[in-house]
């Protein structure tokens, strides 16, 4: 298993990098997700395709 793996097999997040290894371009974080399903227990769907996208600097509310 790589250092990058979740223990499920799932890719994470790159490490950080500090010092002189740290990218000399950064832009600022935004949030996307497509494709997110959800199934409840009973097999029921919950959510089915759902697509969002967090621009950098936004603040979003989501109540469910």
Sequence with gaps: MGGNQY??????AP????????????TPPSIQVRNLNYAFPDGT???EDVRL???AGSRTLLIG
């Design 45 to 47: 769907s919950g959510l």
């Design 53 to 55: 996208s967090f621009p």
């Design 15 to 26: 490490e950080a990098v500090s010092g002189r290894e740290e990218a000399t371009h950064q």
């Design 7 to 12: 223990p499920d097999g799932r890719a994470a």
